[in-house]
């Protein structure tokens, strides 16, 4: 079991080796190509992602940490409903909120047209929102509430505590949180701001609606329109290397944040309270708490809304109901196929690491945590190389009609970037189990199988059903590897979605991205209520 279970991890590694292997059989032709992506494409590609990721990581880090730090250690007019209600961006997909703020802001939307009649203004009152500080703004209200949950986690435990015993020694209130409350985040800060800066380097939805010339519009152009696959991965090569830099900076903040879930036994007391707040101060928190919930949930939900409203009125010529039920059913197998085989395989490779945790299953387990990382272009290049490399040296084995042409590449897909998901879930729950139950039941000779089946699946059950949503609404949100690699007529919602917005027919979108808002609301609730307990 031991070694199927560290084989299977290590088909997951695959998509990455396909893209990394493209390097090795680069020839005469694939340099001159390489030269010219150097001096045509390339440049615009690498500045305007490294102006996208500057923009967002500022912007997450200011309004993450800003956020935390006002529900962590000041006390003011609903801050519980904060607390809970900060999370809600993380439900809607960056590629929704666009939709929604392109009908929202653009020269024929609503806002500028009512200005325009109270005013009397002529031409737009401001630049077209789909550009490069457009798309900044909306990974910055999407992907703060990761620096958010992060900071928000370190000031917790001690922040507090060491606010007021500051306060004792005489500090003011800008010097406690210069001095105090900053060095105590900056290492969540910093591991917050890598995830967002992953997630941002992933998008695709934004880029290409948008028309931004990044890394992962890029790779989709050199394979889908220039049919250049060597030229698609090498791009995904340099994008991986960037996300891997990403990565070894976040593993190394969350280590560093270990300081900050250590309890002091003297300063620990119910003594330590937030500092209230009141008046105009008062006032500013709550405007700072309300302002990226108002712009990046409920106006944009709103929006679409209306435009939900707008096209249920035309009746038969509006939502395509029947076809909406179609979608959201394939959505819904899809998703519920890549949940139930992300937390089978994270059981098993929980189970086994339990048992027996050899350096080779430990390594396997490392290249499956690594997988969420990876951008869903990548994984989308690295699937299709090693097909194509079958496809011409092994045509009889049929690979690219397994891959492309059943629902078997879209769960290969799935389980190399969602795996790791489960993993983290399931490996928690295992955290909380004492060993001390093994031995025991070892000791009465129970085997293997009734030790899973009748001891540990049981105290996991909970872990599981975790592991199992929170899969489940990311294979919902999917929109890179899914566009590449679904089967003919199964498009699923964030497809659909995806692919009205870009036909400029965003009433028709409405209906879709709201299903997916709907479904993102799920791991809010549950981080909602695991943060309260």
């Known amino acids: 079991m031991f070694r199927l279970l560290t084989f299977a991890c290590l088909l997951l590694a695959v998509p990455v080796l396909g893209v990394l292997g493209s390097w090795l059989a680069l020839d005469a032709a694939g340099i001159e190509a390489l030269s010219r992506q150097f001096h045509t494409v390339l440049p615009d590609y690498a500045l305007s992602s490294l102006l996208l990721v500057a923009a967002v990581a500022v912007g997450v880090a200011v309004v993450g940490g800003a956020t935390a730090a006002l529900v962590s250690l000041f006390d003011f007019p609903l801050r519980r409903v904060f607390e809970w209600a900060l999370l809600l961006p993380l439900a809607m997909p960056a590629y929704v909120l666009a939709y929604a703020a392109t009908d929202f802001l653009q020269y024929s939307g609503p806002l500028q047209l009512g200005l325009r009649a109270l005013t009397g203004a002529q031409g737009a009152l401001w630049p077209d929102v789909r550009s490069l500080w457009g798309a900044s703004v909306l990974f910055v209200l999407c992907l703060y509430p990761y620096v958010y949950l992060l900071t928000r986690a370190a000031l917790n435990e001690r922040g507090v505590k060491l606010m007021e015993a500051a306060r004792l020694l005489g500090a003011g209130t800008g010097r406690r949180v210069r001095e105090v409350a900053l060095p105590l985040a900056r290492p969540a800060i910093a591991a ?35 049919n250049d696959r060597d030229g698609a991965a090498q791009l995904a090569s340099l994008l991986l290397v960037v996300v891997a830099v990403l990565l070894a900076l976040e593993r190394s903040a969350q280590k560093r944040m270990r300081f900050a879930s250590t309890r002091g036994g003297a300063t620990h007391g119910s003594e330590a309270r937030p500092l209230r707040l009141a008046g105009a101060r008062a006032a500013l ?219 400029e027919r965003l009433g028709e979108a409405a209906l879709p991205s709201l299903a997916i808002v709907l479904v993102g609301l799920i791991p809010v609730v549950m981080l909602s209520r695991a943060m309260r307990s």
């Open 192 to 226: 917050g701001v890598a995830l967002a800066l992953m997630e941002t380097l992933a998008d695709y939805g934004v880029g290409s609606y948008f028309g931004l010339q990044t890394f992962t519009t890029g790779i989709y152009k050199a394979w889908l329109v220039m």
């Open 285 to 503: 928190a709550v405007a700072v708490c309300a302002a990226p919930v108002l712009l990046g949930f409920v106006l944009p939900v709103l929006v679409l809304l209306r435009l939900l409203w707008q096209e249920a009125a035309l009746g038969d010529a509006g939502l395509p109901l029947a076809r909406f039920v179609g979608w959201g059913w394939t959505s819904f197998k899809l998703a519920g196929a890549g949940a139930l085989l992300a937390t089978a395989v994270a059981l098993a490779l929980g189970f086994a690491l339990r048992l027996r945790p050899t350096r080779p299953l430990r390594w396997a387990a490392r290249v499956v945590s690594l997988g969420y990382a990876l951008p869903g272009a990548v994984i989308a290049v690295g699937i299709l190389l090693p097909v194509g490399w079958l496809q011409v040296h092994v045509p009889q084995a049929g690979t690219t009609a397994l891959v492309t042409g059943t629902v078997f590449g879209l769960m290969y897909a799935y389980l190399v970037r969602f795996s790791s998901v489960a993993l983290q879930s399931v490996e928690a729950g295992y955290a909380r189990l004492p060993v001390a139950v093994d031995e025991t039941a070892r000791m009465l000779g129970t085997s293997r199988r009734r030790l899973f089946m009748a001891l540990h699946f049981p105290l996991l059950k909970r872990a599981s059903f975790a592991a199992l949503m929170l899969v489940f609404v990311d294979v919902m949100k999917e929109l890179p590897a899914t566009l590449v690699l679904r089967p003919f007529n199964s498009d699923t919602l964030a497809v659909v979605a995806y692919q009205l917005a870009r036909d």
